[in-house]
């Protein structure tokens, strides 16, 4: 991408006024609420956020993730208690889903569902 492009359009957009009376104007910016994740994630987390994905809910994701790398590893007694946890927070996070409005019973969802046990070989 040539840059001189960009810059050449900001500086006419500069020239016509279009930066002028932006709302918040002369003010400090609001706190960053990401603030406390280190720098290289906060603009992870912000996409996240603006595409409907919440703290919360991607802390229980990254839960269920940690949950199937251990059932990989685990031995078949181990496995049933974490079968069980991943369960949990599976139900957890489509209570959230549900929520938000956002359907969880779809065909999608239950093909990724059977899609997921098929993979971690569950019985």
Same mark, same amino acid.
């Given at each position: 991408?040539?840059?001189?492009?960009?810059? =050449?359009?900001?500086? $006419?957009? !500069? +020239?016509? /006024?279009?930066?002028? *009376?932006?709302?918040?104007?002369? $003010?400090?910016?609001?706190?960053?609420?990401?603030?406390?994740?280190? #720098?290289?994630?906060? @603009?992870? @987390?912000?996409?996240?956020?603006?595409? /409907?994905?919440?703290?919360?809910? !991607?802390?229980? $994701?990254?839960?269920? %993730?940690?949950?199937?790398?251990? @059932?990989?590893?685990?031995?078949?007694?181990?496995?049933?208690?974490? #079968?069980?946890?991943? *369960?949990? +927070?599976?139900? !957890?996070?489509? +209570? @959230?889903?549900?929520?938000?409005?956002?359907?969880? *019973? %779809?065909?999608?969802? $239950?093909?990724? !569902?059977?899609?997921?046990?098929? +993979?971690? *070989?569950? =019985?």
């Amino acid at each position: 991408m040539n840059w001189h492009i960009v810059e =050449d359009l900001i500086k $006419k957009a !500069q +020239r016509d /006024g279009q930066f002028d *009376n932006l709302p918040g104007a002369g $003010k400090p910016l609001p706190p960053d609420e990401f603030d406390h994740y280190p #720098e290289d994630i906060r @603009m992870v @987390m912000r996409i996240l956020k603006n595409s /409907g994905h919440d703290e919360e809910a !991607q802390f229980v $994701k990254e839960e269920m %993730s940690d949950l199937e790398h251990q @059932m990989k590893k685990a031995t078949q007694r181990e496995k049933t208690e974490l #079968e069980q946890q991943y *369960n949990q +927070r599976l139900t !957890q996070l489509n +209570r @959230m889903l549900s929520q938000k409005g956002i359907k969880t *019973n %779809s065909n999608v969802f $239950k093909q990724y !569902q059977s899609q997921l046990d098929n +993979r971690l *070989n569950w =019985d």
